[in-house]
Nanobody, 119 residues
Framework: QVQLVESGGGLVQPGGSLRLSCAAS????????LGWFRQAPGKEREGVSCINGGDGRTYYADSVKGRFTISRDNAKNKVYLQMNSLKPEDTAVYSC????????????WGQGTQVTVSS
């Protein structure tokens, strides 16, 4: 059974940084992909970033390219999302999800962590 637990959200001023963590159990990061998604109030969920198992290829939404960085620690079975130069429009609940690949359906989801960017 796959379990995903996010942490690291909070309140930050515009221009600030946060690092989100996703701890995975029952799921090997060597073999599967883990993605970050976000959903703001009144908006649809959008994909933010993803990292593939195996080759470690990464993907980013255009809105976060150059500001966010996804990485993983296979030994700890964790994936991180480093978010820099945060903007108010980055405010959302961020969730991690697992799949066999970044282009596949995401079948297991964490509960999410709130990120609020405000002065």
């Amino acid at each position: 059974q796959v379990q995903l637990v996010e942490s690291g959200g909070g309140l930050v001023q515009p221009g600030g940084s946060l690092r989100l963590s996703c701890a995975a159990s029952g799921f090997g990061l060597d073999y599967g992909a883990l993605g970050w998604f976000r959903q703001a109030p009144g908006k649809e969920r959008e994909g933010v970033s993803c990292i593939n198992g195996g080759d470690g290829r990464t993907y980013y939404a255009d809105s976060v390219k150059g500001r966010f960085t996804i990485s993983r620690d296979n030994a700890k079975n964790k994936v991180y999302l480093q978010m820099n130069s945060l903007k108010p429009e980055d405010t959302a609940v961020y969730s991690c999800a697992a799949a066999v690949g970044c282009q596949a359906d995401f079948t297991s989801w964490g509960q999410g962590t709130q990120v609020t960017v405000s002065s």
